[in-house]
C-alpha cells in the first residue's frame, strides 16, 4: 500500500480540479459536455477594459432617450411596443448571454450588467425585460442539448416569465 504525504494528495486533488473531474462528471456524460462548453465559454470571454466604449452599451446608452419618450406609453399599455421590441432584437440585446456556437453574442457579464443598467435608465421596464430574457436563458442553457437546441437553436429565442406562480 502507497502512502501519499500532503504535497502528492494536493496534486492529485488540484489535477482533478483542473480536469474537472469529479463523480459527477465521470457518471453523467451531459453535465461533463455542460462543463466544457461552459469553460470554453469563460475561456473565451475577457472582461473589456472600457465597458462604456463596448458597441453594445453605446447603442444602449443611445436608446436612452427614445426609452423616455416611450416611457409614458409602456406604463400605460403595460407592455412593450412592437417597434421598440424590434430595435431591441436589432441591436442584439436579446442575444447578450447566449453562447456565439448557438447564435448569440455571448458578451461578457459586465458588459450584460451596462447595457440593462443603461436601459433601465431609459425606462425601468425595458431594463426589467432584458434582463429576465438573459435569466431564462441562462437557466435554460443547463437543460439537456435537446432541450437546448429546441430553444435556442435557431439563435431567436426570446424568453419571458416570471418565478411567481400564476403570474406576477
Known amino acids: 500500500m502507497r502512502h501519499w504525504n500532503g ?11 483542473r480536469q474537472k473531474v469529479t463523480p459527477e462528471t465521470t457518471q453523467h456524460p451531459q453535465r461533463r459536455r455542460q462543463e466544457e462548453l461552459m469553460d470554453a465559454i469563460t475561456d473565451e470571454i475577457r472582461i473589456p477594459a472600457d465597458i462604456d466604449a463596448q458597441p453594445l452599451v453605446r447603442a444602449a446608452a443611445a436608446l436612452r432617450p427614445v426609452l423616455r419618450r416611450c416611457h409614458e406609453q ?14 431591441l432584437h436589432a441591436a442584439g440585446f436579446y442575444r447578450m448571454v447566449i453562447p456565439s456556437a448557438l447564435g448569440g453574442l455571448q458578451v461578457d457579464p459586465l458588459t450584460y450588467l451596462r447595457v440593462v443598467e443603461l436601459l433601465a435608465e431609459g425606462a425601468g421596464s425595458v431594463g426589467w425585460n432584458i434582463a429576465n430574457n438573459g435569466i431564462g436563458q441562462l437557466v435554460s442553457l443547463g ?7 429546441e ?7 426570446v424568453i419571458a ?3 411567481v406562480q400564476g403570474g406576477g
Do not use: F, K, M
Request: glycine share 10%.
Open 74 to 87: 409602456i406604463e400605460c399599455e403595460q407592455r412593450l411596443p412592437p417597434d421598440l421590441v424590434a430595435e
Open 161 to 163: 416569465g416570471t418565478a
Open 151 to 157: 430553444i435556442h437553436g435557431d439563435g431567436a429565442s
Open 143 to 149: 437543460l439537456p442539448d435537446d432541450g437546448v437546441q
Open 7 to 17: 504535497d502528492a494528495a494536493e496534486h492529485v486533488a488540484a489535477s482533478a480540479v
